[in-house]
């Protein structure tokens, strides 16, 4: 009695371990877990509810983003990144593009309207879990138009979703130049790296 209680208590355990492995309810297509496990440090745990407010933040960011270069209006980073060093890289960022554009005498040109398409929104599982996001924004101006692409890395920290890093690699782009061309991003823990953060300054 006692071994075929054993064999239906194992049977059940391997059926269990099976389903969990293969859970129908995960989008397969799109990797985007319908709940992330708890990480660790900062880092809170993500849904697949999350995925459609990390791309209206980050939407949200580029539009104002566009339009502080160009038009000169203001861009408040903390409502939309928590990192120190993120921030200031990002005002300064900001600040060199608009005064680039206002030395050029081109910021007569003001931006109209920036419309966006999610080339990729991706959820990537593991100790910090977080979103990646590659927007391919398109920029209406008084006069003409021209796109670019910018890529994210989105995480909840502290009960509240944040862009934890961000690369825009149109051509000589201020990213681009600051940071590499062709930059492989990946590690939502990059601006706490003090010695990469450094080289920037």
Known sequence: MKRTYLLILLVAISITSACEQTDPSVDQENKRPPAANAGKGESV???KLDSQKAYDLCAEALSGYYKAIWNGLEFDVSRYMDDPNLKQYSEK????QYNLFRKNNLTYNQVKEVRMEAEKVDYIEG?????????????????????????????????????????TSGKNSYDSMMRGEN???????????????????
Do not use: C, H, M
């Not at 398109?138 to 944040?162: C, H, M, W």
């Open 183 to 201: 930059q492989v991003i990946n590690n939502p823990a990059i601006w706490k790296n003090s010695e990469w953060v450094d080289k920037l300054k």
């Open 127 to 167: 100790e910090q879990s977080f979103y990646y996001l590659k927007l391919n924004a398109r920029i209406t101006k008084d006069v003409g138009n021209y796109a670019e692409p910018s890529e994210f890395l989105v995480q909840n920290r502290n009960g509240k979703i944040v862009i934890v890093d961000w690369y």
């Open 93 to 96: 960022k900001i600040q060199s």
């Open 45 to 47: 745990s993500l849904s």
